[in-house]
């Protein structure tokens, strides 16, 4: 059974929690011609870059899903947005040693790429488990709504990343710094683990297993047809 619905549960630091989680993605996508040409990458490099988290955080995401119901909400998301915190402070990190010609370019894709690695396998607890704490703190008759509210949030952030890179892009056009937008990259985790830490704690949701109430008789049938 899931808790009881709470009115002062704040759904709304969820809801600003997702939207970091899709604006980070967004500013990257946005960066990427900027960071090939700084960085020495080339574009399809940086795009197996993305494709390598996007390939961890599928499959991660099940996983977490479960976790959340034996662990609890909270201490999931927590994990997940440092998570995240550490992948996207070592992915700006190595693109700056990159751009500064300080590391490799072979030495500067393994160290990206087990970033993206440690984003996609944590960013994954992010969607199941602010949806399920969502859920947890709705009333039945809003849950739709609620689930609807948490993709909305998302696509807003996804919206706004590209509008939160415009200044670090403004800065590189005036040769007033060339990668000032990836700040956002772990300044973003950062601000939604001030949001969630003072958030109450999200207990355990038991699992209840769903019963199949099927006549024994009726067996043999079931099995022919699968």
């Known amino acids: 059974m899931n808790q009881p619905a709470?009115?002062?549960?704040?759904?709304?630091?969820?809801a600003v929690l997702v939207s970091t989680m899709g604006a980070?993605?967004?500013i990257l996508l946005t960066l990427v011609p900027l960071i090939s040409a700084l960085c020495g990458l080339s574009i399809a490099s940086l795009g197996g870059l993305?494709?390598?988290?996007?390939?961890?955080?599928?499959?991660?995401?099940?996983?977490?899903?479960?976790?959340?119901?034996?662990l609890g909400r909270k201490p999931v998301l927590i994990a997940g947005v440092l998570g995240i915190l550490l992948a996207q402070s070592l992915f700006t990190l190595f693109l700056l040693l990159l751009a500064a010609g300080?590391?490799?370019?072979?030495?500067?894709?393994?160290?990206?790429?087990?970033?993206?690695?440690?984003?996609?396998?944590?960013?994954?607890?992010?969607?199941?488990?602010?949806?399920?704490?969502a859920v947890d703190?709705?009333?039945p008759a809003r849950r739709l709504a609620v689930l609807s509210n948490m993709s909305a949030a998302a696509n807003l952030g996804r919206m706004l990343g590209p509008?939160?890179?415009?200044?670090?892009?403004?800065?590189?056009?005036?040769?007033?710094?060339?990668?000032?937008?990836?700040?956002w990259l772990p300044l973003l985790p950062a601000a939604?683990?001030?949001?969630?830490?003072?958030?109450p704690g999200g207990a355990r949701s038991p699992v209840?297993?769903?019963?199949?109430?099927?006549?024994?008789?009726?067996l043999p049938i079931f099995a022919l047809c699968t």
Do not use: K
């Open 6 to 14: 709470s009115h002062s549960f704040p759904l709304r630091r969820l």
């Open 24 to 26: 980070g993605q967004v």
């Open 50 to 70: 993305v494709a390598l988290g996007t390939a961890c955080f599928m499959l991660a995401a099940p996983v977490w899903g479960g976790l959340s119901d034996r």
């Open 102 to 133: 300080t590391v490799s370019t072979t030495q500067g894709l393994w160290a990206l790429g087990m970033s993206r690695l440690v984003y996609g396998l944590f960013g994954a607890a992010i969607y199941p488990a602010c949806q399920a704490w």
């Open 137 to 139: 703190n709705s009333v």
């Open 163 to 183: 509008v939160l890179a415009l200044p670090g892009l403004g800065l590189a056009w005036l040769g007033l710094g060339e990668l000032w937008a990836l700040v």
């Open 192 to 199: 939604s683990l001030l949001l969630l830490l003072p958030m």
């Open 208 to 218: 209840v297993e769903p019963v199949l109430d099927v006549p024994r008789l009726n």
